[in-house]
């Protein structure tokens, strides 16, 4: 039994999904509300490690590679962090999470859905979020954000790439209609900060 409430946070990389994120954490702490900030890979020290060494790779790693990686950190970051938090009744507030392995490895590098769900029931079983924002923009406007400032390895993939990733996300949207949110990112911050407001509202009060 769970009694906290699960938000994701997804993206396109340069569609400012981190900016939000971080404007609804310090939201959610201005009315008391016990916040747990995460993100993925990542959220402990050792799922930490782990998203160096798949985000600062060198060499090319195998799509499945990445997925097992990608679950391994993730069953870290549940058994020790999410689950815990969950129990206790906060709020976590995650920086991506499975979603993300659906439109990277999935959209992007084509590992089959069947192969992440399989994972997906092994390492989440009955845990999904409660809300998800996706932060959508034209993959053109969302590789002018990110500019020339030094990129991940996913960041600095090719345009088609990245527009198989939108793609990706914008499958699981229409999947999960209920959960997962758009939010157009080519909107200006307040306006966004609104739409976020809104649903963190309709969810959390
Ligand atoms: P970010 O923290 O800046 O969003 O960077 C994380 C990168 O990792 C981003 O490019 C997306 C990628 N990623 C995957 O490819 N699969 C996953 O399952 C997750 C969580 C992230």
Redesign the pocket.
């Known amino acids: 039994m769970t009694t906290g409430l699960f938000i994701t946070f997804e993206g396109i990389?340069g569609a400012g999904?981190?900016t939000q994120l971080d404007y609804a954490a310090s939201y959610l702490r201005n009315q008391k509300k016990d916040i747990v900030q995460t993100?993925?890979?990542g959220g402990t020290p050792f799922s930490e490690k782990l998203r160096d060494m798949?985000?600062k790779a060198k060499q090319p790693l195998e799509s499945d590679t990445?997925v097992l990686l990608?679950f391994a950190a993730r069953n870290e970051h549940i058994a020790r962090v999410i689950r815990p938090a969950l129990y206790c009744g906060s709020i976590v507030i995650c920086?991506?999470?499975?979603d993300?392995?659906f439109a990277?490895?999935g959209g992007?590098s084509g590992v089959s859905s069947s192969r992440i769900e399989t994972l997906e029931t092994w390492v989440q079983g009955n845990l999904q979020p409660d809300l998800t924002f996706f932060f959508d923009l034209p993959i053109l406007a969302a590789q002018r954000r990110l500019g020339k400032r030094k990129k991940?390895r996913?960041?600095s993939e090719t345009m088609n790439f990245h527009e198989r990733v939108r793609q990706g996300y914008l499958t699981r949207a229409t999947q999960y209609p209920g959960r997962i949110k758009i939010i157009d990112s080519s909107r200006n911050k307040s306006q966004i900060r609104e739409m976020v407001q809104i649903e963190l509202d309709r969810l959390c009060n």
Do not use: N
Request: aromatic share 14%.
């Open positions: 990389d999904k981190s993100r993925e890979p798949i985000l990445e990608m920086d991506r999470f499975t993300a392995t990277y490895q992007g991940d996913f960041e």
